[in-house]
């Protein structure tokens, strides 16, 4: 679907069949504007991305209010610019004035499904295949560009949990509001504590009480980033071997480099993880 078919221009002789007719197959969201109205000039744009964005899921119905004041007149039009939800033939939402997209984003949601559903499912599938990169591959680029909506972020961090990335997803889940931490936050943060409470396997404690015996002991630590990447505690294993190199950088013959990139192939290029450490290594070599 392109855009002509979901941003359309309103006026009195396609009122009836764009705002009534058409809210009985999809919710209308209707802009009403003018030239000399500058906050409509910043929130047009925004609306549009939106519709285009949302792929048909609501029709944008833009109105002219200086053009078409009787339409205005007969919806309660005040001030400008105003925006109104119209579904199954009613107005049910909206606001006046610009608004910021966040605030715009949220009703929305709560009249229309998520523009993601499709990609969040692909990437459940993905991920239940056992592909966690593959899955964090589509699912991480679509929280970036969509402004970190709470349902995208809600589902980066289940793969993530998936994936023993138990930081990761911590830290994914910091961006959420104290006023917004529902039931769903608290079933995350809870899984991410038993994942840490199963990934202490008993090498991993043995190696950890052996390098605290002896912290210099660098064969100790290369065995216990082993352990810790066997379990997808990445950081935590990129950060034991940045220990030893820093050290020593040719420890066992270049093992600890050989380890430390086979954790980034491990990881995946393009993940913020791995970029991160491939940037901490380059600056120890170079």
Known sequence: MNAAEHIVEVNESNAQQLLIDESFNRPVVVDFW?????????????????????DGAFLLAKVNADEQQGLAGQLGVRSLPTVMVIKEGQPIDGFAGAQPETQIREMLQKHLPSPYEAKLEEANRLAESGDIAGALGIVRPLWESAGKPQDVTYALAAILIQGNRCDDAEEVLSVVRMADQDAGYEQLMAQIELKREAAKSPEV???????????????????????????????DAFEHLLVVMKADRDFGDGEAKRLYLDTLATVGKGDPLAAEYQRKLFSLLY
């Open 34 to 54: 003018a030239d000399w109205c500058e906050p409509c000039k910043t929130l047009m744009p925004l609306l549009e991305k939106l519709a285009v964005e949302y």
């Open 205 to 235: 404690e043995a190696l950890e009480q052996a390098l605290a015996a002896d912290e210099s002991d660098h064969a100790t630590r290369v065995k216990l980033a082993v352990q810790l990447s066997q379990v997808a505690q990445y950081r």
